[in-house]
Every structure is written in C-alpha cells, then in structure tokens.
C-alpha cells in the first residue's frame, strides 16, 4: 500500500514540473511577436485577396495591346528629297478619316536592312532577262553594307523558289542572279507572299540588336503580268503590310517607253502609258509605301538604287490605337499629313486588315493586321 502511494506521488510531482516548464503564452501574443519583428511575414491572406493582387495574364496582356497599329513612312520635299529632321508635332495620322492620337514617335536612321530580291524568270520576259539580272545586281552592290545589310535571291515563274538564302556577301547574291534562265509561267503574288511569310517575317538579326530593329524591304523585278498565282493580289499586300515589307519594283516591259527622254531625274521613269501589268507593279508598291519605276535601261536607274538606300535608312515610325477598331477583317485607311509642310509627300503603307489576334499571327494560317 505504501509503495502504491508513493508511485503515485511521484508521478504526480513530474506531471506538475512538465506544465511548470512549459513556456506560457497569450492568446494575442503570435500577434504582438510578429509587431515586434520587423522581419516577420504577415499573415497569409485568403485566397481571393491573393487572387486580386496575381499580375494580369499573358494574354490579358495582348489583349490591350492587340489594337496597336504602327507605320514606317518616309518624307520628301517638293524636289522629291529626303526629309529627315521633323518631329511628331509635324504630323497627324486618320485611320478611316478619323484623326487618331500619336503613341509613339521615333525617327529611325542607319538600320541593318533585309532584302528580298524577287525576280521574275517565266517566259514572258525571256527576252529582258539581262536587263533583269544587272538591274539586281547593281541594286545590290549599290546598297548592300557588308556586315550589316542581308538579302536573299528568289526566283519565280510557275512556282517561287529561294536560289540563295540570306547572305551579306555580294557575291554570293550575284553568282546566283546571273545563272537564272527564264521559262515558266508567273506566279507574282505567290512570291510576294511566300518571301514575306517565309522570309522575312523572321529575318536574320543583327548581333545585339533587338530582333525587329531591321527595315524589311523586297525589289520585284517582272513585267507584272501573273497568270498562276494561288494567292491573290490583295493577300500579298495583305501579308506585306503585316510584317512591314516595303515593296520597290522595277518593270521589265518596254511597251510605251519614250526613249527621248534625257533628264536624268525622270530617266526611271520614260513610260508615257502603263500596261496592265505595269498597274499592278504601280500598285503593289503604292500599297506598302515603296515607288514603281519603269526605266529601260539599267544606267536609268542608278541614282534611283541610292535614292532607295537612302530612304530606308532614314524613316519615321508612328504608332496608334485606333479609335474606331473593330475585328471584323475590314480594311481600314491610313493617312499621314504634315500641315505645316504642304508639299511635303509622305511614302507609306496605305492601310491594314483590322484582324483579331493581329499581333500573334500562326504560321500555318497567316492574317493582315494593323499590328
């Protein structure tokens, strides 16, 4: 009995030092720690309040951003020269009519170029194929910077096909060029199409430079005459617009050329009436803000190659969100005016497709946007 007893009081006694021991603690005491310790983390937040505070999504992100429409142009004087030194109070830019506010304004000069040279070797120019092959040679030699500028050789005639991919050596373009023989029918707007989608769309980049800091540019050299395209005209411009492509062609038909004329100003230009197919090389080039020229000598166009070389290396760029956008595919006008010059021309795209999802276009199911 007695040891009984004894066993008991003894785990009585170190029931009673373990609670003694224990340290004590407050209700409110986590509380007032955390307020002392600056370091401490506050409470967790439910859910939902951590949920208000998540970072917008991606494609929340695009989704505002979608809408942006941004447009390279150059500017000449009177006598049809360069304008380089305005500002963006100069200009005011309408997108169907309607005046939009001005973004962003930068004006670019001296950037890496990226040529597509696109000659046409069907049949119907069988007979102008020199003419063709030392235009875009000259070209080339003319504006090509070696280490900085890049260009690509495509031929077409039933089908387009990449004969030299991108280079920055001249020779390499111009061993190309030289060996192309015509014969074939002409697929213009498929060529247009496919060196946009393909080609320059994602052109090589300049080292340390941001991937689209580059101006896109293709010189057509044909007669315009297409009889096997799959894509139409309007698609070619359409996916032109879309990744910035300045078109600059150059006509190889003789039709209605004055060989009288001997001012070397207006020498790229001695037709006195357009074909049809000189309307359409009009046109493709009108449309993405390049020139046409209609020469008939090669030595015609000489100073026109440095005029080009010139113009892209000295361009504004203006961006916009239009007002009145919808993504309904419509075509929307674009116009940009210098009230304060008159006589100023102003070279640019003439408008976009107004697209939805415009700034993420898929490969495989290509769109016009005004991005």
């Known amino acids: 009995m007695r040891r009984a007893l004894v066993s008991i009081f003894l785990c009585l006694a170190l029931l009673g030092t373990a609670i003694a021991g224990r340290p004590q603690q407050s209700p409110g005491s986590s ?6 310790n600056p370091q401490a983390s506050p409470p967790a937040k439910p859910d939902a309040a951590q949920g208000q505070e998540t ?4 494609d929340q992100t695009i989704t505002r951003t979608i809408n942006l429409v941004d447009v390279l142009f150059t500017v000449l004087s009177r006598r049809n020269k360069l304008v380089a030194d305005l500002e963006k109070e100069n200009f005011k830019v309408f997108d169907n009519n309607i005046q939009q506010t001005i973004r962003f304004f930068t004006r670019q000069t001296d950037l890496p170029l990226r040529i ?25 030699y003319s504006v090509l910077r070696r280490n ?52 320059l ?29 799959t894509h139409t005209r309007a698609e070619a411009i359409e996916m032109a617009q879309r990744f910035s492509v300045v078109i ?9 050329v004055s060989l009288s004329q001997t001012d070397p100003q207006k020498t790229a230009n001695r037709k006195i009436q357009k074909t049809e197919g000189d309307n359409i090389l009009q046109d493709l080039a009108e449309q993405t803000g390049g020139r046409a020229f209609f020469p ?10 440095q005029d080009i070389g010139d113009e892209l290396r000295n361009q504004y760029s203006i961006a916009y969100n239009p007002t009145n956008y919808v993504a309904d595919g419509k075509y929307h006008k674009i116009r940009i005016e210098t009230p304060d010059h008159k006589g100023y021309q102003v070279r640019a795209r003439r408008g976009y497709f107004a697209r939805a999802n415009g700034n993420t276009v898929p490969q495989s199911n290509p769109v016009g946007s005004g991005g």
Not at 177 to 185: E, H, K, M, S
Request: proline residues 6%; hydrophobic residues 35%.
């Open 31 to 36: 509380a007032a720690q955390a307020g002392s």
């Open 201 to 229: 769309s994602h052109p090589p980049r300049p080292p340390g430079d941001q991937p689209d800091v580059v101006r896109r540019v293709i010189i057509l050299i044909s007669d315009g005459d297409d009889n096997l395209s």
């Open 116 to 140: 597509g040279m696109l000659l046409d070797t069907s049949n119907s120019i069988r007979d102008r194929i020199k003419f063709e092959q030392d235009a875009a040679v000259n070209f080339l």
């Open 148 to 199: 900085k500028d890049a260009a690509f050789v495509m031929t077409f005639d039933d089908e387009p096909q990449v004969v030299q991919a991108f280079t920055g050596e001249a020779d390499k373009l111009r061993d190309q060029i030289v060996n192309t023989r015509a014969g074939g029918g002409t697929a213009i707007y498929d060529a247009v199409y496919q060196a946009c989608e393909k080609e």
């Open 248 to 256: 600059y062609t150059i006509s190889t038909s003789t039709q209605w």
């Open 296 to 305: 008939y000598h090669v030595d015609d166009l000489d100073q026109s190659f």
């Open 55 to 58: 970072p917008p999504r991606v």
